[in-house]
């Protein structure tokens, strides 16, 4: 994995210009996201998924959101988040069966829409790390979302200024740093700067890449998201 996240290719579908521009406000907060195209019908974004994969797709519009299915079919990997007007039980029941990442009610509040983003691009980053052998930590912060992984991330750590201490030296040097290097500078054990690098990690403060070596293990390197 680069020190540079992986884009997350996104596509618009959707119409009323006001709803747009607020997506646009909201994608700003993010620097992985790559908007591929905005288009206004759903069969344009079929022509267009028959080209370019996507990572994810926004899909607003009453006529949009009839013909969503047609748009999962198209991509296995893609994720859907649907903008509907009123959904009733039975359009969340499939929407659910049948992938979707989100279901956000119109009108669209920014701050709904961001925090689908957000937890969006978090699995898609721990997803993307993933090395091999896979360990349950990995797949616990894919499968659980950050404020509910957060609690057992950070219950094994209970220094907080020892936690300030190594999130202010990433920030402070540049490129990864290795636990051992951090430990160098800190004067402390190399074993309880991996424990707060990893409760870093598993919080979503910080990446984690393996840097491999001619001989021996790979040697874990941690640097800002």
């Known amino acids: 994995m680069s020190d540079v996240m992986k884009s997350i290719h996104l596509l618009i579908v959707e119409s009323d210009l006001m709803v747009l521009f607020s997506i646009g406000q909201v994608i700003r907060y993010f620097d992985n996201y790559l908007v591929v195209d905005k288009v206004e019908h759903a069969d344009e974004a079929i022509e267009r998924m028959k080209v370019v994969p996507m990572d994810l797709v926004i899909v607003g519009g009453q006529e949009n959101i009839d013909n969503w299915r047609n748009l999962m079919g198209l991509q296995h990997k893609a994720r859907i988040i649907l903008l509907a007007q009123n959904p009733t039980r039975e359009f969340i ?8 990442w989100d279901v956000i009610m119109r009108p669209v509040a920014p ?36 404020e509910r992984h957060q609690n057992a991330a950070t219950g094994a750590v209970k220094n907080s200024e020892m936690l300030d201490k190594v999130m202010q030296l990433i920030e402070e040097h540049d490129g990864p740093q290795s636990a051992g290097e951090i430990a160098e500078i800190l004067n402390v054990s190399r074993i309880t700067v991996r424990k707060y690098c990893e409760a870093l990690v598993n919080t979503g403060k910080l990446h984690v890449k393996n840097k491999y070596q001619a001989k021996g293990r790979p040697i874990k390197q941690y640097f800002l998201v």
Not at 111 to 137: C, G, H, I, W
């Open 93 to 100: 029941q499939e929407a659910v069966a049948c992938g979707a």
């Open 111 to 146: 701050e709904r829409l961001r925090f689908s983003l957000e937890m969006f691009r978090y699995r898609f980053m721990y997803t993307e790390a993933l090395d091999f052998p896979v360990q349950q930590e990995r797949l616990d912060a894919i499968f659980f979302p950050r």
